[in-house]
């Protein structure tokens, strides 16, 4: 970096890039993800990372005794996650390509909170139910599975979900053992644009 010190918020040059650390990533986004409900030393998972638009504030919160699997099938995304994360001087994030699989090599009850933000309408009902069943195994007996929906209907309806009310998504997720707890509103990002919406969050139900 050229030996000058780079701030929060500001812009990082890189040979290849250039990442803008946008303030909602160091600073709202930490304070919704932690009313979401993540806490200092967590295991989170972030599904569909993309470039790590909630993987970093996600990392802020957990810490150093933490850690954030960013998981996505498209890797180019990842040298901007990890630009982000040197800036911040970040070590707890672990990103991983994938070929889409819906399965993992995690062991069962191993996160605090999983992550699936703004990516469900790439996945077709089939797929869905594969990776809450999958989400339900690795996540915790009192984990949370937050979801950012995006493109039902409407809500910029879009790809598998231009056809699913918010309603039904919620009973999909129910159906494969969790239990709708709240909805959180607050400023996120889609899209690296900001705008007002909320995330659902669910708990696993016992004796499923
Ligand atoms: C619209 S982006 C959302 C990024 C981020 N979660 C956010 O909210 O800013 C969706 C991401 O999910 C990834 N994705 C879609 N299906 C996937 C799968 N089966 N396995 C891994 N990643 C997937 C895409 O490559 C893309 O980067």
């Keep these: 970096m050229n030996g000058k010190k780079v701030k929060r918020g ?33 295991i989170i998972l972030d599904f569909g990372c993309n470039v790590g638009n909630y993987t970093i504030p996600a990392a802020i919160i957990v810490k150093e005794k933490g850690i954030v699997f960013a998981i996505d099938e498209d890797d180019h995304t990842f040298g901007a996650i990890d630009n982000k994360a040197k800036l911040l001087e970040l070590n707890n994030i672990k990103t991983i390509k994938t070929n889409g699989e819906l399965n993992f090599d995690f062991a069962d009850i191993f996160f605090d909170f999983i992550m699936l933000y703004d990516v469900l ?35 910029f309806p879009l790809m598998e979900l231009r056809n699913v009310t918010l309603q039904q998504l919620i009973i999909e997720v129910e159906n494969s053992g969790f239990k709708f707890k709240e909805k959180i509103f607050g400023e996120l990002n889609h899209d690296n644009h900001l705008e007002e919406g909320y995330v659902i969050n669910f708990s696993k139900t016992v004796n499923c």
Excluded at 126 to 153: A, C, F, V
């Design 10 to 42: 500001s812009i990082f040059h890189s040979k290849h890039n250039m990442i803008k650390l946008s303030k909602w990533e160091s600073k709202k986004g930490v304070e919704f993800l932690k009313k979401a409900g993540i806490k200092q030393d967590q």
């Design 121 to 155: 309408h790439y996945l077709n009902f089939q797929q869905r139910k594969i990776l809450y069943k999958e989400n339900y195994r690795i996540l915790r007996t009192d984990g949370i599975l937050s979801i950012h929906p995006k493109h039902m209907i409407g809500n």
